[in-house]
């Protein structure tokens, strides 16, 4: 069987298992199939690149993979770093729209787009809102989660250029990754700071879960 194909599956199968880890409570579930989502999905890479790696892809996967073993300890204390190491990997996705937006640019792209205008003002109005409902305890807090909002607002607006300007299979992946990275944080903090519910549980371990193959398959097909 191709080798890439069963790193795919390996990761659908450690990721169906943390949902089900998340919806039963089972911790002992979820301490063995969490930490397999990400080395699977790298490895997917790895098979399918077939080629040099690109090092930056890499380390913001590794950022994302160590994030997730921070939450996994499930210390109080840990929580703002680890939503600060969840932040570095964005400034990697950022960094890599950016170029693709110069490139489209250098490629003649079209003119007169004012669709980032309406995704800039619908995030901006939901990070306005998620902030003023949230229990904000520091100053510190409060700079935290305002820098990883803005992240995701930028991120959202970029994504949106590169779409309007080139609907191909790459700006397709990254039109699903980035809305669930989105999905995945905002539910995630909700469920932290706003109130501990099932179901922001799931949606954020099931859009989180998502985000890391869309963006592998987003880089993929972006290094075609």
């Given at each position: 069987?191709?080798?890439?194909k069963?790193?795919?599956?390996?990761?659908?199968?450690a990721g169906?298992?943390?949902?089900?880890?998340i919806?039963?409570?089972?911790?002992?579930?979820e301490?063995i199939?969490k930490?397999?989502?990400?080395?699977s999905i790298?490895?997917?890479?790895?098979?399918?690149?077939?080629?040099?790696?690109?090092?930056?892809f890499?380390?913001s996967l590794?950022?994302?993979?160590?994030?997730?073993m921070?939450?996994m300890l499930?210390i109080?204390?840990?929580?703002?770093?680890g939503?600060?190491v969840?932040?570095?990997?964005?400034?990697?996705v950022?960094y890599?729209?950016i170029?693709d937006?110069l490139l489209?640019k250098?490629?003649?792209g079209k003119?007169?787009?004012?669709t980032?205008l309406?995704?800039l003002v619908?995030?901006?109005?939901?990070?306005s809102?998620v902030?003023?409902?949230?229990?904000?305890?520091?100053t510190l807090?409060?700079?935290?989660?305002l820098?990883?909002?803005?992240?995701?607002?930028?991120?959202?607006?970029?994504?949106?250029?590169?779409?309007y300007?080139e609907a191909?299979?790459?700006?397709f992946?990254?039109?699903l990754?980035?809305?669930t990275?989105?999905?995945?944080?905002?539910?995630?903090i909700?469920?932290k700071?706003l109130?501990?519910?099932m179901?922001?549980?799931?949606?954020?371990?099931l859009t989180?879960t998502?985000?890391?193959?869309?963006?592998?398959?987003?880089?993929?097909?972006r290094t075609?």
């Open positions: 069987m191709n080798k890439s069963v790193a795919l599956q390996f990761f659908l199968v169906l298992l943390f949902l089900i880890s919806f039963f409570n089972l911790e002992f579930l301490l199939s930490p397999a989502i990400i080395p790298v490895m997917y890479y790895f098979f399918e690149i077939k080629r040099k790696y690109n090092l930056a890499l380390a590794f950022l994302f993979f160590l994030g997730d921070l939450y499930k109080e204390e840990l929580y703002y770093i939503l600060l969840f932040s570095v990997p964005y400034l990697f950022i890599f729209v170029k937006i489209i250098r490629n003649g003119q007169n787009d004012f980032f309406v995704i619908i995030l901006s109005i939901l990070l809102t902030l003023s409902y949230l229990e904000i305890k520091s807090e409060f700079i935290i989660f820098f990883l909002g803005l992240q995701l607002v930028t991120m959202g607006v970029l994504t949106s250029v590169v779409y300007n191909n299979k790459q700006s992946f990254l039109i990754a980035v809305p990275f989105i999905m995945s944080d905002l539910f995630f909700l469920n700071n109130h501990e519910l179901i922001f549980k799931i949606i954020n371990g989180q998502v985000s890391y193959m869309f963006y592998v398959k987003y880089f993929l097909e075609k």
